[in-house]
């Protein structure tokens, strides 16, 4: 009996020794080429890079599914999943989510318009109120489009489900203005042959930081603490501007 009680001792001393198992989190994502998409199967890009090897730092392995923004907004609100990147910080989403301090990463969005298009734009939004604009449901653009669409200085807006499929609609003329990412707009125009067949115009239209944000549905302030930790590191190592570099070229 003594020589039990010695063994499970040893194997309790012996596991308290050892550092503490690694979470498995999951996480959701729209896919936001070059920040998250799917490459044969498995999820890559920017942000993607970014938050997995950020958390990685605190023992942390993270799994991603990628889905429709309203889908992965609902997920996390609900607690399906521990996180979702990348999210522009307002204040209905700050309701139901714990937003990382450090910046994922930061963000310029334009207006899009064909070549050919007549359409100007010199700063002011109410002059592009007689045009159709295209947008990616649910997805926030900033504060200065998401509130002039929803005073209605914007009010004809039409709704896609991804960016591919809003890319591909101002290719078509279903609308006649499209905000985006400028990052992103590049890599559907690029990826579909049609760099040449779109504009993008000045100035641009807001610059603003994107973030991973938590769920509240249950305490995640060690997650959200261990991945700034972790990308405050990375920025000091250089391995944050490694993978920036990287897409970049």
């Known amino acids: 009996m003594r020589a039990v009680l010695m063994t499970t001792v040893f194997a309790t001393l012996s596991l308290a020794a050892l550092p503490a198992a690694a979470d498995q989190l999951r996480m959701v994502a729209l896919s936001f080429p070059p920040l998250i998409y799917d490459d044969g199967g498995k999820p890559t ?20 599914e990628i889905m429709p923004w309203a889908r992965a907004l609902d997920t996390v609100k609900e607690g399906g999943a521990d996180a979702v990147f990348t999210a522009y910080k307002t204040p209905e989403r700050e309701q139901f989510l714990n937003y990382s301090t450090e910046v994922l990463v930061p963000q310029v969005v334009s207006f899009f318009v064909a070549k050919d298009s007549p359409v100007a734009f010199d700063g002011d939004l109410a002059k ?8 990616v449901n649910q997805i926030s653009y900033g504060s200065v489009i998401d509130d002039a669409i929803k005073a209605g200085v914007l009010p004809n807006v039409e709704k896609s489900n991804d960016s ?17 990412n400028r990052y992103v707009a590049q890599y559907f125009l690029k990826q579909q042959g049609a760099l040449d067949q779109v504009k993008e115009l000045a100035p641009e ?29 990375m920025r000091a190592s250089g391995d944050y501007q490694r993978i920036l570099d990287k897409y970049a070229r």
Not at 45 to 64: C, D, F, L
Not at 164 to 180: A, E, H, I, T, Y
Not at 225 to 231: H, L
Request: aromatic share 8%.
């Open 205 to 233: 239209a807001q610059t603003l930081p994107s973030y991973i944000a938590f769920t509240k549905a249950r305490d995640t302030s060690t997650l959200k603490a261990d991945f700034d930790a972790g990308v405050a590191a």
């Open 45 to 64: 890009g920017i942000a993607y890079e970014i938050v997995t090897e950020a958390m990685r730092k605190a023992g942390h392995t993270v799994s991603v």
């Open 128 to 135: 592009l109120s007689a045009y159709k604009i295209g947008v």
């Open 164 to 180: 591919d499929s809003n890319v591909k609609k101002l290719l078509s003329g279903r609308f006649d203005v499209m905000p985006s």
